[in-house]
C-alpha cells in the first residue's frame, strides 16, 4: 500500500530531499522494522522511524514504566508510569502517523519467541541486557537478518551494524568473553538523557541508511563520548576465530 495523501502531507519536507526519490519513499512504506527494547535508546529511535516515514514496525518489552524512565524515555510522561511501554509507545506513534502498522508484544525476547524476528528487514537492539542481546545476534546471524546493536551507558554510545550476509562480523567477535554480569548498569553507573537520545537518532539514521543504500554502514563501529563529542566509526574485519563462525 503507498502512502496516502495525508502521509505524504505530513513528510512533505522529508521527500522533498535528493535522496527521496519515489523508488527510495516506497523502501521506506514497505520495510519491516523490529525494535527490541523501548527504554532511553527505544524511545527516540521509533519516534525518528516514524517522522522519517517508516510504517510498519514490530515493538517486543516487557516493562513497566517507571517514574525513573521519564527523564530519556520521552514518548512516556507521569500518567503513564505503571503501564506497558509497548502499549504507551504504540499509542503515542499513531497520532504521528496514524496509518502505521506497529504490532506491540508486551514481553521480553526469549528464545522461544525468537522466531517473531524472521519478517524484519532490520532487526534492532536497543537492550540493555546483555543474554538478550547475545540471543538476538546469534538468531540473526543465522537466519541472515540485518541486526543493529545499540547501546548507551553513562556518557558513552556503541552502535554497529552487522549484515549478516557476508563476511562473518558479529556482535561477539566484538565482545567473545562479555557476560551480562561483567556489565556496567545504568541504575549503578547512571546515564546522560541526551546521551540516549543521541544513540537513538544515530541508530534511525543508521536504519534508514541501510534501507536507502544511502551510506554503507555494514560492520562499521560507531563510538561516541558525549561529553566531548568525540566520534570514531572503526571498520570491523572478518574474525575467523569466532566461535559463532559458520554456526
Sequence with gaps: MSYSDLE?????????????????????????????????????????????????????????????????????????????????????????????????????????????????DIVIDATDDWHTSKLINKFCLQNSLKYIFSSAINHNIQICLFNNKENHVCLNCLFPNKEDADLPRCETVGISSICAGIAGLITAQKTINTLLNTKDETNILTLLDISDLNINNIKLNNNINCVLNNS
Design 8 to 120: 505524504y502531507e505530513i513528510f512533505s519536507r522529508q521527500f522533498i530531499l535528493q535522496n527521496f526519490n519515489e523508488e527510495n519513499i516506497q523502501k521506506l512504506n514497505k520495510a519491516k522494522i523490529t525494535i527490541v527494547g523501548l527504554g532511553g535508546i527505544g524511545c527516540p529511535l521509533t519516534q525518528y522511524l516514524v517522522s522519517s516515514g517508516i510504517k510498519n514496525l514490530t515493538f517486543f518489552d516487557g516493562d513497566l514504566i517507571e517514574k525513573s524512565n521519564l527523564a530519556r524515555q520521552i514518548l512516556y510522561s507521569l500518567e503513564d508510569v505503571g503501564k506497558f511501554k509497548t502499549s504507551v509507545a504504540k499509542e503515542k506513534l499513531l497520532k504521528t502517523n496514524p496509518n502505521c502498522n506497529i504490532t506491540e508484544y508486551s514481553q521480553h525476547l526469549i528464545k522461544d519467541n525468537l522466531n517473531l524476528l524472521l519478517d524484519s
